[in-house]
């Protein structure tokens, strides 16, 4: 008996919508499970009750940048 593979949590950080629903789709179909916001300022309240595999994030995102971000997701959550 083959066990079913558990799909590994990504969170996508991309504020092109168009760009976000692209990478959610093809993430999705390569068996990923994504949670997609479109502003950096939304990853703090999201890891209060989310945990992720991963990170895809932009780097120019509005108010603070993805650089900023990464920083933060280091300090805080440095498993991923």
């Not at 991963?54 to 603070?64: F, G």
């Amino acid at each position: 008996m083959q066990l079913k593979k558990e799909m590994k949590r990504l969170l996508v950080v991309e504020d092109d919508e168009i760009l976000s629903n692209f990478l959610d789709k093809f993430l999705l179909k390569n068996e990923y499970q994504t949670s997609c916001i479109h502003d950096g300022d939304e990853i703090p309240k999201l890891f209060e009750t989310q945990r992720f595999d991963a990170v895809v994030l932009d780097l120019m995102l509005p108010n603070r940048s993805g650089m900023y971000w990464l920083k933060w997701m280091r300090q805080y959550h440095s498993y991923l």
